[in-house]
């Protein structure tokens, strides 16, 4: 079998796994109550991964710092995390129903430690009076104006010893072993690098002393045999992912450069540590340690986990490394461990969007894999806005303790119209459920706006997910799934002939009225992609009106892969205001011409994009374009900041003032116009006005424009159901 290395068992110190898979820490935030412990959607959400055939699961972050680091808790003194701290049974016991779920599907289970937020935590407690704390005077991620002060030294040690209370409450509730969460810029990072921990006196003003105490501290309390792995970021790759001018401007020129990460490896394999699992970056480019869509597959294993087991290797260290970083394709999975940059793969969001992925690929089934899109709404973006970790493409994670797929009663006749992603969802599930199915759609192709999308190279994980996605709706065609292809439905084509009719027919295009249109040649956006980004000839310069997500990757797209000058023209006050903190600074990076999908300098645009946000179009002429655009308009190219959420007050935020404009004149050859795409919902209604069958529902785009999370739950929610 290609992929049996995937599938040898190895070990961590002394703890055997059955393969070399290992489950990320995604997973329990809003998972617990409001006393931290595990609830039934916690539980359930692990035990699927463990069905699924994952050698080591190791669950989210679990802080150790209630009352000392205040970003931890809520206003009302409860908490989104789950807790293991202090003594109670109320929690253990919640602990103990997870670890006896996982163990007898023959999985291993990890309990993730966090020293705590500091500085990229919420600011909000600061708002409420609190003092926020971190290794030495810093600012918050979040918003900069506030402070964090540093931590005492008697603080830091009580941190180090509810490292090992909690140890050994994980010991004593069933885990296998302890990860420690090293990396990314969290406290623990902030107290062992250059960028945050600035201390001159003291014990550990010594960068290596906190990672070396909460070690030994653990090894005191539940004995040398039992496993730690440590999390960390071998480099935060300040200055490699900008420039020199920045870093110093920016970050004051510090961070812990890869050979002082490959020292503290040692320093902390001496502590005791068993194994590494290791990235790079932190959260002023967390494109690194949470690569995003527009990456390459394994972007930086071999310079990361490689040179970690190389440096091993050289020092007789005998340490496991564990490599990350877009290894979700098996065939790549199989590439790192044969070429021997690591000793384990670990999966994150491969594993969210299809818990089988570890048992599909033993069996040879690969093409049966539902694949990680990269755009992490559902695990990250849905978390940031207040709600658990869920998944885009799969629409039971995070939910395993409701959603259940039940076979129907009553066997329906149902017509889906739309093969996008949320006809695609509501046919197969319906047809799974035992009902009557059709599918229909206009095109020759399933995927929708994705398969429009999919134009795009910087889209590669999307045309994997629709590979899949055809393959798996033609293994439902043998059993009794229709599919009709080519066919463009009318209200007399399904009128009184079904019993359930699901419109998810998409968009219509939406070309915004302005002066001047007929003098210039313009697309829409949805119409440009589908014409396989076609340009007249002799365009050099090229207007993307409208600045989200769609606006943006495909002027970037237009620069990477034309090689033509492009312009933004946005309303917002920022562009990309809907992305996720990961996808939005890489593309704002790879835009301003400091990265690229491959991470190499080679690969990077000739010339930055152009942008102007908080500014509109008001009138075209041949040749030219004139735009209104306010004069303090941020800076469009800030990718190491975050935006702050609409419901989070921000006091430091400024208003623009709207009369402040400057008209401005554009050099245009042509206009690409991705302002939105309008519900197609005409056929929807002309059913309900003639009640064409008993049940009608609208989902997908023809309900309101909506990403692919919402399109697949909304759907799911409504087949299982019918």
């Not at 971190?134 to 002060?149: A, D, G, M």
């Not at 490292?163 to 969290?186: L, P, R, W």
């Not at 690098?193 to 014990?203: A, E, I, Q, T, V």
Request: net charge positive.
């Amino acid at each position: 079998m290609y992929f049996e290395k995937i599938f040898e068992p190895d070990s961590i110190g002394k703890c055997k796994l059955k393969n070399k898979i290992i489950m990320a820490p995604i997973g329990n935030i809003n998972m617990a109550d409001s006393n931290g412990r595990p609830q039934d959607k916690m539980i359930d959400y692990f035990i699927e991964r463990a069905k699924g055939g994952t050698g080591l699961l190791i669950t989210g972050l679990v802080p150790v710092s209630y009352g000392i680091d205040p970003t931890v808790s809520e206003d009302n003194g409860t908490t989104y995390f789950p807790r293991i701290d202090g003594s109670s049974r109320t929690r253990l016991s919640g602990w103990r129903d997870l670890t006896a779920g996982v163990k007898p599907y023959g999985s291993k289970i990890f309990l993730q430690l966090t020293a705590g937020l500091g500085r990229v935590g919420s600011p909000e407690p600061a708002l409420n009076k609190k003092l926020l704390k971190s290794s030495s005077l810093n600012r918050n991620f979040y918003v900069p104006q506030i402070p964090h002060f540093p931590l005492s030294d008697r603080k830091i040690k009580k941190i180090v010893k509810s490292f090992g209370q909690c140890a050994v409450n994980a010991k004593v509730s069933g885990f296998d072993g302890v990860q420690i969460h090293g990396h990314e810029g969290y406290l623990m990072d902030q107290l062992t690098s250059d960028p945050w921990n600035r201390r001159k006196f003291g014990r550990y003003k010594n960068k290596h002393q906190f990672g070396i105490d909460v070690i030994r501290e653990i090894k005191k309390r539940c004995g040398e045999d039992f496993p730690v792995l440590y999390r960390i970021d071998l480099t935060q790759a300040l200055e490699e992912t900008y420039d020199t001018e920045i870093f110093r401007e920016m970050f004051e020129g510090k961070e812990r450069k890869l050979n002082d990460g490959l020292e503290f490896c040692k320093v902390l394999y001496e502590a005791g540590v068993d194994a590494f699992d290791v990235d790079k970056g932190c959260y002023e480019n967390w494109f690194w340690p949470h690569p995003p869509s527009y990456f390459d597959d394994i972007i930086y294993v071999k310079d990361i986990a490689g040179r970690l087991k190389e440096f091993f290797r050289k020092e007789g260290i005998g340490a496991k490394v564990v490599a990350v970083g877009k290894i979700g394709k098996p065939e790549k999975a199989v590439e790192v461990l044969d070429k021997g940059w690591a000793d384990f793969i670990m999966l994150g969001r491969p594993l969210l969007a299809d818990p089988y992925w570890p048992k599909k690929v033993k069996d040879g089934r690969i093409k049966e894999i539902t694949h990680c899109i990269g755009d992490h709404e559902g695990c990250i973006g849905s978390f940031k806005m207040g709600g658990h970790p869920c998944c885009s493409v799969n629409p039971y994670t995070g939910f395993e303790d409701r959603k259940k797929l039940v076979k129907t009663d009553i066997p329906k006749k149902i017509a889906v119209i739309g093969a996008g992603p949320a006809g695609c969802e509501a046919a197969m599930t319906a047809h799974k459920r035992g009902h009557d199915v059709t599918l229909f759609e206009k095109s020759s192709n399933i995927g929708g706006q994705l398969y429009t999308a999919k134009k795009m190279v910087i889209k590669h994980d999307i045309r994997r997910y629709l590979v899949n996605l055809q393959y798996q709706i033609d293994l439902l065609k043998k059993e009794g799934l229709k599919t009709e292809f080519n066919t463009k439905i009318k209200l007399d084509d399904v009128k009184n002939r079904y019993d359930v009719i699901l419109c998810c027919n998409g968009l219509k295009a939406n070309i915004p009225t302005i002066d001047g249109l007929e003098q210039i040649s313009y697309k829409e956006v949805r119409d440009f992609l589908n014409q396989d980004m076609e340009l007249p000839d002799n365009v050099e310069n090229v207007l993307v009106v409208g600045g989200g997500t769609v606006g943006c990757e495909v002027a970037y797209s237009l620069a990477y892969e034309k090689g033509v000058r492009v312009t933004i023209v946005g309303k917002n006050k920022d562009i990309l205001p809907d992305a996720v903190l990961a996808n939005r600074s890489q593309m704002l990076w790879m835009m301003m011409g400091k990265g690229s999908p491959s991470g190499k300098n080679k690969d990077v645009l000739r010339e930055p994009i152009k942008v102007y946000n908080a500014s509109e179009v008001v009138k075209f002429e041949k040749g030219k374009t004139y735009i209104k655009a306010n004069k303090d308009r941020n800076n469009p190219y800030t990718p190491w900041k975050a935006l702050v959420p609409e419901n989070v007050n921000n006091p430091f935020e400024k208003s623009l003032d709207s009369d402040n404009i400057e008209e401005l004149v554009i050099n245009t050859d042509y206009v690409i116009f991705a302002v939105g795409g309008l519900p197609d919902d005409t056929l929807y209604y002309d059913l309900l006005k003639e009640n064409a069958a008993n049940e009608i529902y609208l989902l997908g785009d023809a309900k309101e424009p909506q990403r692919v999370w919402d399109a697949i739950t909304s759907a799911n929610e409504v087949a299982r159901n019918i």
